[in-house]
């Protein structure tokens, strides 16, 4: 019983360890649509942001990490029927995917144009479908909630490099990037 414990113990230990390596070799997000940004208005929140990006080196990593860190702190996951702006929801702090994702995005978007990136990046809000190795996770459920999931990318123009970021999993389950087919 007791090696039985530790054999457990050990095994959630490295699927905790290793999540994201986990995640990323079985959940792909495949694009069916990209939503419009939203443009920031929000007094609030472009303090917040401004405050956040003062005194960085704004490249791809850092407007991932501050995107991704604001949203993170004022956001709290929601199943119910909520507002998708982010100038909304900044105060009312409840989203689903679609407001996570568009705050995520409106956040690295505003960062990209008042650092003179636009030529060197661009930010996408994506709407996607999520499979588990190759097995659509969306046809097990009938709630139209999950007909669909959404999802960011930012791209390195210059490089080619694209990272893929679920920001509604990165603030569950603090992995910060997933993997786009």
């Known amino acids: 019983m007791k090696r039985t414990l530790k054999i457990f113990g050990i095994l959630i230990l490295i699927l905790i360890l290793f999540r994201g390596c986990i995640y990323r070799n079985t959940i792909n997000y495949g694009e069916i649509g990209v939503r419009e940004e939203v443009e ?21 990593k850092e407007i991932i990490n501050i995107a991704n860190s604001i949203t993170n702190e004022e956001l ?55 499979d588990f190795m190759g097995i659509n996770l969306h046809q097990f459920f009938d709630d139209p909630f999950f007909k669909d999931h959404d999802f960011n990318t930012i791209e390195n123009l210059v490089s080619g490099e694209i990272v893929s970021i679920d920001p509604s999993v990165s603030d569950y389950l603090m992995i910060e990037r997933v993997t786009k087919r």
């Open 40 to 60: 920031l208005t929000n007094q609030e929140l472009l303090n917040k942001i401004k405050s956040k990006s003062a005194n960085r080196n704004i490249d791809l």
């Open 76 to 130: 709290s996951f929601t199943k119910n029927q909520v507002s998708d702006n982010p100038n909304e929801l900044i105060n009312t702090n409840r989203a689903n995917c679609i407001g996570y994702s568009a705050f995520f995005n409106s956040i690295a978007n505003y960062l990209i144009r008042q650092n003179d990136l636009e030529n060197e990046m661009v930010a996408k809000h994506h709407v996607g479908l999520l």
